[in-house]
């Protein structure tokens, strides 16, 4: 019963009659069936920092939900950025045989990069990932913050900005 009181309190509470602005995470949208924009790029800045693997004289920094910077670290005091994998909606990565298996979301990607400097999509398995979709959500949004809605039509989050936006549809509590 509780429960059900705070529920409702806070459904009522969160509702608005009245037209409002405010500042709020706007998604940008990426289709994970659209495999065009996988290739290597010039170095890129870090916006977002995941996991970092090490492999031979090479570091591999990912960017959450970006790609993968590829660092060559043959002088540990001082690293070169050298190429950016533009990989949309990856946060996982491993190698095997010359090849980079990520996801993009929900798939998992069979990507050759036997020649770092020109990367190849060669396949994906769908749905491998599917875990991943809970984070279609302004994770960094702190409480109070407004955030549009996704919407699933269009596409998954590749990124938030944020706007100002008439009557946002969602907010963090």
Not at 51 to 77: A, C, E, M
């Amino acid at each position: 019963m509780r429960l059900a009181i705070i529920f409702i309190l806070v459904f009522l509470l969160g509702c608005r009659d009245q037209e409002f602005k405010a500042l709020a995470y706007v998604p940008t949208y990426f289709d994970a069936l659209d495999f065009s924009s996988i290739r290597t790029l010039p170095p890129q800045p870090i916006v977002q920092q995941g996991t970092i693997v090490q492999s031979g004289n090479y570091l591999f920094v990912n960017d959450k939900k970006r790609g993968i910077h590829v660092i060559d670290n043959t002088v540990p005091g001082n690293p070169s950025y050298i190429y950016f994998w533009n990989i949309p909606g990856n946060q996982t990565f491993n190698f095997r045989d010359g090849f980079l298996y990520a996801d993009n979301g929900p798939h998992m990607l069979v990507i050759n990069i036997s020649d770092f400097g020109n990367i190849k999509f060669e396949m994906y398995i769908e749905g491998v990932f599917f875990k991943n979709m809970k984070e279609q959500f302004p994770e960094f949004a702190t409480s109070g913050e407004f955030f549009v809605c996704p919407d699933p039509e269009k596409g998954l989050v590749k990124s938030w900005n944020k706007e100002i936006v008439e009557n946002p549809n969602c907010e963090k509590i």
